[in-house]
């Protein structure tokens, strides 16, 4: 549809159409070509990343609205900031997948990893700022505190990309444009799939990721509010932060094995923790299917765990950013209309897919 057709602001009601034209020429386009390719990025086989046109929206950003000079993405050299450690399959993936983008198009990257540390982060950009980055790919460990940053892009008008978590600001002022996934409505897929574990009725944990950013609470409101309004019998006793590690999700869930011996089910908002659960709960001498366990990213191992029987379903979050990061900020170089809200499509496993999806997985 519309391929060689950027959104025009005339257009902007009519166009709730590919919000993803927004990454314009391709945007619309390559979901479907991808849907059946395989992709090339991090994580194996797996598929791209789809955009949602409609839960994109339909607010776009040019540099002219940023008030950023055309570029021609070839000639920029492009810096991609990492926020957490690689020790989560997520991380590997999605700097995989931006490395493998920015090598097949020639295009000149340099990387950094702040290993969860948020003013190693900031120092981090800053640093790709004076090694010559003139485009910034930042995968935000927190969605506030950026200002220094967003200052020294302004002044040099470098055009920043949020991958994954956002950044908290005003689109086409602070930001280009965010790329993710709608956390809100994973947290609600997580918790149809507890509810459907559960027959509607039990008593859950929640393991939260790591305070700060939007993606914990996001995810964890769209679960409340899921629970609240289809389960009423399902009640939540318990609620404390793994942090996003496997580790964490395990001390946390040895924890609530000695205050809840009875619990019957567990909300991972990621699958590291939820693997450390599984660790956990095995050592306290509980059997796959005793505890419900639901949790978001699609890992290999957490899926893996669903055909093994520990957890029940795995809502996908996609780290597999490159493509359209790239997409983005070469339309934007282009002059073209950007969407600054592109929101992914994320698929889900659980027992009756797990097996013959795994390739998916990361
Ligand atoms: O789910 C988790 C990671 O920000 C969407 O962060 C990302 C989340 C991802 O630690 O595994």
Redesign the pocket.
Known sequence: MNEQHPIRPSLLTTVAVCAALTLVATGCARGEDDAAAPASDGGGEGQAQVLDEAASGDETCSAADHGIEGFDLTDKKVGFSQS?AES?P??ITETQSIKDEAEERGVDLITSNAQSDFAQQISDVQDLMSQGAEVLIIAPLNSDGWKPVLDAAEADSVPIITV??PINGTACADFVTFI??DFVEQGRRAADQMIDTLGGEGEIAILL??PG?N?TTDRTDGFVERIEAEAPDVEIVFEQSGD?TREGGQSVTEQLIQSEPDIDGIYAQ???MGIGAVTALNGAGKEPGDVAIVT??GTEAAVEHIVDGWISAVVE?NPRFGPLAFEAAEAFGAGEEVGTNLIITDREYDAANAEEELSNAY
């Open positions: 957490e989560n997520f991380r994954d978590r993710g996934s990721g790591a950013n993606v996003f990621n699958d590291e978001v990213d979050s």
